[in-house]
């Protein structure tokens, strides 16, 4: 295990995920305690947790579904802003970009400036990662099974057809090496999550940015826990519904994946109900791969801040067993992922539509319907007033009848 | 459901119910009585009006007469048509309903659009977490009626109070009393009993639930180009409204008012 490196002034720390590995509580903490980063000489790029649609174009040449293409300069925006800080280190944080192949690292790296850029890793072991990254497959739109997509993804670790960014994001070995050629090994310093110390992360990340210890307070991670298994297998199963005629990839972001899911992950469930486990046969096989994958990590000679051996190690009961077919899920499940639809048409179609968002057709008809629906009602009103004609066409009572009201003020 | 009524009014029963009418005699259609209730209610949800469906329900109850009554309209067709021309199908299988239209010679029945069946108890309480959003009226309340049309909800309806039950009972004996044919069980004429809200559901009940809600929203691609026309030409006939001249200001009235009090003194002094 090395030192925590301490970044020189002028730096930018690009932390680049993977998915599932911490990075929803590290840049909650980074944008609920801005002002205080501030104060300490550190910039926290972009304007909301993470810049997830600026990294996503940057990594893959592609926004989020609901945002228009064509439109989209929100990497380039960030970039700007990036360089016109004046504050004297900058962390920027999307697990996304750890998706970009060895071309998109190397103009990422590019636009950062790669004499000032530092790259952080951060890894967790992938028998934990497993069951929560299939569970964002199905949050967008995915409907195979678990087990039968277990099945598929460990079979063919060197990229699987079905949900191929699996492997793009996961294998871990093959994301740092593309980083650690681009960027140099000594440029990149891999953060292995210790599970027994939450806090662990947030004191790395503090260290290197040179930030006093305890700055970085975890805050309110906005509905972001795991779905409990009936959780999932309903949205799964409705997945498996939703026609593509009428419905694309951005109604679904908006409406289920950023609605409904959402008022789902708002309910407390009661202990007792069941979480997803990852069958024993599964974690035997990702504790092999993970072995290979730490290994090559190895070779690459990057900066190790934890327990590389820890990734490798068998996990625990919660994450082990066997998988159950969900025959019923509670009553307030079932009612919450409906009323998050429901909620999201009428506050959809309350909110004007974003410079540069892309409407599906299940939105565009919505918001055309209620639009119909306003301009109707402006027509009646319109239709309403009194007739207009010139003064000279009006009969004598009805020119005095309008000088009265002309006189008058206003409500008299 | 497509609807063709001989000389009576046939919406209180349509799409919860439906009149087909048949050369010998007209088929009457009820899907049950939790169905029918909860359709009756989603429409007063569709006007703009948000309510719950147990206070619906209740105001039924305190209004017998103004209120919604079903048995009231099957009364009417059996004492015009006659009792025995008149046949009442209980159930939701549009086969029966399509075999006694063709029965008393009719063509073949309109069939409704699939209708998501799920439990009465997950529409209840799915209005329920709405109403904490504050949906309140108007365009929500319409557009979440519209969305719970995809839905039929079914089976008991736990909440609903004594006099509820009570009443649902006495319009069902009076449907009973008009000895019209019926066809079907004659159980669904009555709400099935209720015991304690179920902590659970089947997961498709789930599934069904939000697919019924968004599939009767959804709408096809050449539906879209209509309402962007529909749209522009709202937005065009607002424009041509907004842009007529604005009525006369007060100077142009004043200074009509005197040009005609000018003349109109010349003309007197002519005449003098």
Redesign the interface.
Same mark, same amino acid.
């Given at each position: 295990m090395s030192e925590v490196p301490v970044l020189p002034e002028s730096s930018r720390l690009l932390h680049i995920g993977p998915h599932k590995t911490g990075s929803t509580t590290l840049q909650a903490a980074f944008h609920q305690n801005r002002a205080v980063l501030r104060r300490q000489g550190v910039h926290y790029a972009g304007k909301g947790t993470q810049p997830l649609n600026a990294a996503m174009v940057a990594a893959l040449g592609r926004g989020l579904p609901t945002v228009d293409e064509a439109r989209d300069t929100s990497w380039d925006r960030l970039v700007a802003e990036i360089r016109n800080t004046p504050l004297p280190r900058v962390m920027i944080s999307s697990e996304f970009f750890c998706e970009a192949d060895a071309e998109h690292v190397r103009a990422i790296l590019d636009r950062l400036d790669p004499q000032r850029t530092h790259v952080a890793v951060t890894l967790r072991p992938l028998s934990r990662i497993v069951a929560s990254q299939w569970q964002q497959y199905v949050q967008n739109r995915a409907t195979p099974g678990y087990v039968p997509w277990l099945e598929q993804v460990l079979a063919h670790p060197d990229g699987s057809r079905v949900t191929p960014s699996f492997w793009r994001r996961h294998r871990h070995d093959r994301v740092v090496e593309r980083w650690a050629q681009a960027a140099g090994a000594d440029r990149v310093t891999v953060v292995v999550v210790d599970e027994s110390d939450p806090m662990m992360l947030m004191r790395t990340f503090e260290a290197m940015l040179a930030l006093r210890d305890g700055t970085l307070v975890p805050g309110q991670v906005a509905a972001n826990r795991s779905l409990t298994l009936p959780e999932v297998e309903l949205v799964r199963r409705f997945n498996q519904l939703t026609r593509e005629a009428c419905w694309n990839d951005g109604d679904y972001t908006q409406f289920v994946r950023f609605r409904a899911v959402r008022h789902l992950q708002e309910r407390r469930p009661p202990e007792d109900e069941p979480r997803l486990l990852t069958p024993g046969w599964a974690v035997q096989r990702t504790t092999e791969i993970a072995a290979g994958m730490v290994e090559a990590i190895r070779r690459t000679g990057v900066r190790v801040v934890g327990d590389l051996d820890s990734l490798v190690r068998p996990p625990g009961a919660d994450v082990v067993g066997d998988y159950r077919e969900v025959e019923t899920v509670p009553t307030e499940v079932a009612v919450r992922l409906a009323a998050g639809v429901a909620r999201a048409y009428v506050d959809v179609t309350s909110t004007p539509v974003g410079k540069g968002r892309s409407l599906g057709p299940f939105e565009e008809s919505l918001r055309l319907r209620r639009e119909t629906e306003e301009l109707e009602e402006r027509r009646a009103a319109l239709e309403r007033r009194p007739p207009r004609r010139p003064a000279s066409a009006l009969g004598t009572w009805e020119l005095l009848r309008q000088l009265v009201r002309a006189a008058l003020p206003r409500g008299g | 459901m497509g609807v063709r009524v001989v000389g009576l009014p046939a919406d209180p029963l349509d799409p919860a119910g439906s009149a087909v009418a048949a050369p010998d005699g007209v088929v009457l259609h009820l899907a049950d009585m939790t169905s029918v209730l909860v359709e009756a209610w989603r429409r007063v949800l569709a006007t703009g009006h948000w309510v719950g469906l147990h206070d619906w329900l209740e105001e039924q109850v305190a209004a017998p007469e103004a209120g919604w009554r079903p048995d009231l309209t099957l009364g009417r067709y059996a004492e015009e048509l006659g009792p025995d021309r008149v046949t009442l199908v209980l159930g939701s299988d549009p086969a029966v309903l399509a075999r006694e239209v063709a029965r008393l010679g009719g063509g073949p029945a309109d069939v409704s659009p699939p209708r998501e069946e799920v439990p009465a108890?997950?529409v209840d &309480? *799915?209005l329920a977490?709405?109403a904490t959003?504050g *949906?309140g009226s108007g365009? %929500?309340a319409e557009? $979440?009626a519209d %969305?719970l049309g995809g839905l039929r909800a079914t089976g008991a309806l736990p909440g609903a109070s004594p006099a509820v039950v009570a009443w649902v009972e006495s319009v069902s004996a009076t449907v009973e009393r008009l000895g019209l044919r019926v066809v079907g069980e004659r159980r669904l004429l009555r709400l099935p009993a209720a015991g304690e809200? #179920?902590? @659970? $559901? +089947?997961?498709?009940? %789930? $599934?069904r *639930?939000?697919?019924g *809600?968004?599939g009767a929203?959804? @709408?096809? +691609?050449e539906?879209?180009q209509r &309402? &962007?026309e529909? &749209?522009d030409r709202?937005?065009a006939?607002?424009a041509e409204?907004?842009g007529? #001249?604005?009525? +006369? %200001?007060?100077r142009?009235? $004043?200074?009509?008012?005197r040009s005609?009090v000018t003349t109109l003194g010349r003309r007197l002094r002519r005449r003098r």
């Open positions: - | 108890v997950l &309480r *799915l977490d709405l959003a *949906l365009w %929500g557009v $979440v %969305g809200a #179920p902590d @659970e $559901v +089947p997961v498709a009940d %789930g $599934v *639930l939000t697919a *809600l968004l929203l959804e @709408e096809q +691609p539906a879209l &309402r &962007r529909q &749209r709202a937005e006939a607002v409204l907004a007529t #001249p604005a009525p +006369p %200001g007060r142009e009235l $004043v200074r009509e008012a005609r």
